[in-house]
């Protein structure tokens, strides 16, 4: 932290009064009661961090957490999300663990609808702040996956699920935050998602001499810190420039989402 701890406090104070007046102005309230305070930082930085920090003007100082909740998503002062993923796991498993019991008396396009609707509505939320994942954490949401299609056909015992998933043409955890990277990228380049987001991403620059002249891809940027590999204006770039040319340049939203699934499920299970 380049700033010392006043002058922290006195920049998210303003930054909060400002919050309050739109809020005000909207006919809403920030509660402070229920406001939590987390300290990003780089792993390499050793620096103090405070135990407590003031923030509202009239209120009492608030402790620094280690972890926060945010619209249902769980950042941690590292920004690697094993707490969001452990949410994901713990939620999915009670969920399964139910569905078990009935699973006897539904038929099996029943069991796909609960199983997208309770299981990968779980794991698709937030999952483009899952992009730069640890292996570790990206394994065990497959695992709930792979158990959520044991449900659908019934197997207790374990088994290999890539050719079941397959054949329910279920994308691969992997894949799916890959296909939500690329969507947001899509929306962001064609007006349809906050400016915000467009301004993270910049195309890459077209000289005569440069033999690769598309004009759809996008600038990429090298980092050596693991956790800001899961940046959008890092990991959106490095799943956009892997797709074709052709894809990139789909006219609409529909057709690209059809045909960015069809690409990652060819690529995924390796068929053609």
Same mark, same amino acid.
């Given at each position: 932290?380049?700033?010392?701890?006043?002058?922290?406090?006195? +920049? !998210?104070?303003?930054? @909060?009064? =400002?919050?309050?007046?739109?809020?005000? #102005?909207?006919? &809403?309230?920030?509660?402070? %009661? *229920?406001?939590?305070?987390?300290?990003?930082?780089?792993?390499?930085?050793?620096?103090?961090?405070?135990?407590?920090?003031?923030?509202?003007?009239?209120?009492?100082?608030?402790?620094?957490?280690?972890?926060?909740?945010?619209?249902?998503?769980?950042?941690?002062?590292?920004?690697?999300?094993?707490?969001?993923?452990?949410?994901?796991?713990?939620?999915?498993?009670?969920?399964?663990?139910?569905?078990?019991?009935?699973?006897?008396?539904?038929?099996?396009?029943?069991?796909? +609808? !609960?199983?997208?609707? @309770?299981? =990968?509505?779980?794991?698709?939320?937030? #999952?483009?702040? &899952?992009?730069?994942?640890? %292996? *570790?954490?990206?394994?065990?949401?497959?695992?709930?996956?792979?158990?959520?299609?044991?449900?659908?056909?019934?197997?207790?015992?374990?088994?290999?699920?890539?050719?079941?998933?397959?054949?329910?043409?279920?994308?691969?955890?992997?894949?799916?935050?890959?296909?939500?990277?690329?969507?947001?990228?899509?929306?962001?380049?064609?007006?349809?998602?906050?400016?915000?987001?467009?301004?993270?991403?910049?195309?890459?620059?077209?000289?005569?001499?440069?033999?690769?002249?598309?004009?759809?891809?996008?600038?990429?940027?090298?980092?050596?810190?693991?956790?800001?590999?899961?940046?959008?204006?890092?990991?959106?770039?490095?799943?956009?420039?892997?797709?074709?040319?052709?894809?990139?340049?789909?006219?609409?939203?529909?057709?690209?989402?059809?045909?960015?699934?069809?690409?990652?499920?060819?690529?995924?299970?390796?068929?053609?």
């Amino acid at each position: 932290m380049n700033d010392s701890l006043p002058d922290l406090e006195e +920049k !998210l104070q303003k930054c @909060l009064h =400002h919050i309050q007046v739109w809020m005000s #102005s909207n006919f &809403l309230r920030l509660n402070p %009661s *229920k406001t939590e305070v987390i300290i990003l930082k780089n792993k390499r930085d050793y620096s103090p961090s405070p135990d407590v920090v003031k923030i509202f003007q009239h209120e009492k100082p608030l402790e620094v957490a280690t972890l926060v909740r945010n619209l249902g998503a769980y950042p941690d002062a590292e920004l690697v999300f094993s707490s969001q993923v452990s949410h994901v796991v713990r939620s999915c498993n009670l969920a399964l663990l139910n569905l078990w019991k009935i699973g006897s008396k539904l038929p099996r396009n029943l069991k796909i +609808k !609960l199983v997208n609707s @309770l299981i =990968h509505s779980r794991i698709d939320y937030c #999952s483009g702040l &899952l992009a730069g994942l640890l %292996s *570790k954490d990206l394994d065990r949401l497959q695992k709930v996956q792979n158990a959520a299609v044991r449900f659908i056909f019934g197997r207790r015992e374990y088994r290999g699920t890539t050719e079941l998933r397959k054949t329910l043409h279920f994308l691969p955890v992997r894949s799916r935050i890959i296909f939500k990277l690329c969507l947001l990228t899509y929306k962001a380049l064609n007006g349809l998602a906050p400016k915000y987001l467009f301004n993270l991403l910049h195309r890459r620059p077209q000289t005569s001499n440069r033999l690769d002249k598309d004009p759809t891809q996008l600038v990429k940027s090298v980092v050596k810190y693991v956790p800001s590999k899961g940046a959008f204006s890092v990991a959106a770039p490095a799943a956009w420039d892997q797709l074709p040319q052709s894809l990139r340049e789909c006219p609409t939203l529909e057709m690209f989402k059809s045909y960015l699934k069809t690409f990652l499920f060819k690529k995924a299970y390796d068929c053609i």
